[in-house]
């Protein structure tokens, strides 16, 4: 088609004034999409504009998902939480590769090809870093993305570590293995053999898509309802041997001063906790029914019950489970409330199947001292409704 | 369809549905190739808490000063104990551990961290942020001389080198309990 010189000024001056119009105008539907013809299919699907969810980068290392915005249980991989140590790395695919190697008989490298030529299986687990309390801060003002905002759920595709293990001809010998990712950190940690055959993962798929950079592209350790420090993303290499490596992350950080004295390393596993999305700050509630739901998750198995108290904590009922409760995965809970107009402190305090119950704030201090903001803080949690309807986060002071 | 066409049929199905139940999975698929050793000491980078995986080379905290002025001190301050990053050098009272009733207390190497192999480890692996991976062997081991000797953790003269390192006791070592909560299954 041949353009002219007309044309192409025609076209500007139309570009130029739909973004005048657009710049002082804000962008609305039509007023009946009945009588306009919609837009074409394309390549890419985008969120309706009028949705503005978004992850809330917490400095360059961190950003958490905003559950005040989200429904059921699965996390979109876009608004998945972020928590990196060294930057988010730019991987080729095409030269990615996997060396296992130590206690085995065969070391080997595995292309990205490789690990998905291995029998798959995917399953729906959440993934928490274990500092997901301690980054609140101290205004009363905050959502849920601000106060719990570093756990997501996804549906992750990849080779089970025993079937890799077994190609190696791992060592029976061997208890522990290193895992080390490909970032600018480096980062490493040390894993129980134990978890590599109990349902340990190299990942790769992200629910139904590639999993993104910022959780590991192309392939990442992904160990179920452990901390998500030692689900070690953009995996290069792994090596077993008959002791812990004792690298950083899991001794000058990543480890619990407990009130004992005493300092818990290897502390993998995610206690159960819960948390209210809605209704949170910055909602304003107005008198009558309101649907009190959120999500609860626990790293040892399955949420049995989440309890919901609409009396600061003195009586509690049991919230509806959304089926199916999937182990080590958000379970989405809903408990009917007619609000009066009261001031009102809602919570809610989830149990698993160990029978394990949510800890008050007072019960993780008695266990952890008065600093155990760090790591593995679990306390019950709620929102303070005010008679005017405005929602603010039911803050306890942490002494 | 004949008598003899079921038979036929009922064979062919015994067959088909024999044939599906013979493919269990193999001890071993066959897929991915063998690591060279040329491979495995490019990415072969830890250091354990024996001082398994130490490099030849050694260096002093005189040697480490120098480098530690001009690659780290920006971020941890002039002695270690500044900041505005992690706080590395400082030891309290009688080695005392409060950290679970005292968010304020740094942990630093010579307070908290129970291995001094790790901070060996972790200067190779990942330091400084602006050029991670790039210091020479003997460049750590003088950092981690100048940090030994800054947290009084060494004398001011060591040479710190593969033999020496793991030999460093660590105050807070003791203080360090594997989790007990939740212990996984067994293999199966």
């Known amino acids: 088609m041949k353009v002219s010189r007309r044309d192409l000024l025609a076209g500007a001056a139309g570009i130029a004034a739909f973004g005048t119009s657009a710049a002082a105008q804000s962008p609305s539907p039509p007023l009946d999409t009945t009588k306009v013809r919609g837009k074409p299919s394309r390549?890419?699907?985008?969120?309706?504009?009028?949705?503005?969810?978004?992850?809330?980068?917490?400095?360059v290392n961190s950003s958490g998902t905003p559950h005040q915005d989200l429904y059921g249980t699965i996390t979109p991989a876009d608004l998945h939480f972020e928590r990196h140590h060294g930057g988010v790395p730019d991987i080729d695919p095409r030269s990615y590769s996997l060396l296992i190697h130590g206690m085995v008989e065969r070391p080997m490298v595995f292309s990205l090809a490789d690990l998905k030529r291995f029998p798959a299986v995917s399953r729906v687990h959440f993934l928490e870093c274990s500092g997901n309390f301690g980054g609140r801060g101290a205004s009363v003002e905050i959502t849920p993305q601000q106060l719990a905002g570093l756990t997501s759920t996804?549906?992750?595709?990849?080779?089970?570590?025993?079937?890799?293990?077994?190609?190696?001809?791992?060592?029976?010998?061997?208890?522990?293995?290193?895992?080390?990712g490909q970032d600018a950190a480096v980062l490493a940690r040390s894993v129980p053999m134990s978890k590599a055959y109990d349902d340990a993962l190299i990942a790769y798929g992200q629910n139904g898509e590639a999993i993104r950079p910022e959780q590991g592209y192309p392939a990442r350790l992904f160990l179920p309802g452990w901390e998500g420090n030692a689900s070690v993303k953009w995996l290069r290499r792994?090596?077993?041997?008959d002791r812990p490596f004792m690298t950083r992350e899991e001794t000058?950080?990543?480890?619990?001063?407990?009130?004992?004295?005493?300092?818990r390393m290897f502390s993998f596993l995610m206690d159960a906790r819960s948390l209210i999305t809605y209704p949170a700050y910055p909602v304003t509630l107005t008198k009558g029914w309101v649907e009190i739901n959120g999500i609860a998750w626990t790293g040892s198995g399955k949420i049995t019950r989440v309890d919901v108290s609409t009396d600061g904590g003195t009586t509690w009922a049991a919230a509806k489970l959304q089926e199916p409760v999937l182990p080590k995965a958000h379970t989405r809970f809903r408990f009917l409330w007619d609000w009066k107009g009261n001031e009102a402190v809602i919570k809610s305090r989830a149990v698993d199947e160990t029978g394990y119950v949510q800890p008050t704030k007072d019960a993780v201090i008695a266990l952890r001292g008065i600093s155990a903001v760090g790591y593995h803080t679990n306390p019950i949690t709620g929102w303070r409704i005010r008679p005017d309807g405005t929602v603010v986060y039911a803050a306890e002071p942490w002494s | 369809m004949t008598p003899r066409h079921l038979v036929c049929a009922a064979a062919i199905a015994v067959t088909l549905v024999a044939g599906l139940a013979a493919q269990k999975p193999p001890a071993t698929f066959g897929i991915g190739r063998a690591a060279t050793p040329a491979e495995i000491a490019a990415w072969d980078i830890d250091v354990g808490p024996d001082g398994a995986g130490l490099p030849p080379g050694k260096g002093t905290a005189a040697e480490g000063a120098t480098i530690y002025a001009a690659r780290c001190a920006s971020c941890h301050g002039k002695t270690g104990k500044e900041g505005p990053n992690d706080v590395l050098v400082g030891r309290l009272p009688g080695d005392a551990f409060p950290f679970a009733q005292d968010a304020r207390t740094p942990k630093t190497i010579g307070s908290y961290w129970p291995y001094a192999t790790t901070v060996f480890d972790y200067i190779r692996r990942a330091m400084p942020p602006d050029a991670p991976g790039t210091l020479k062997d003997n460049e750590v081991y003088a950092l981690v001389a100048f940090l030994l000797v800054q947290n009084e953790l060494a004398p001011a003269d060591a040479v710190i080198d593969a033999a020496a390192l793991p030999k460093v006791k660590m105050p807070a070592r003791d203080h360090f309990v594997p989790d007990k909560r939740g212990a996984p299954k067994k293999g199966k």
């Open chain 1, 154 to 180: 996804s549906e992750w595709t990849g080779v089970p570590l025993a079937t890799l293990f077994r190609e190696v001809g791992a060592s029976p010998k061997a208890t522990w293995f290193l895992a080390e």
């Open chain 1, 43 to 59: 390549a890419l699907g985008q969120r309706a504009t009028a949705e503005k969810a978004q992850r809330q980068p917490r400095g």
């Open chain 1, 252 to 263: 000058s950080k990543y480890t619990d001063p407990m009130a004992d004295g005493t300092a």
């Open chain 1, 238 to 241: 792994l090596e077993l041997s």
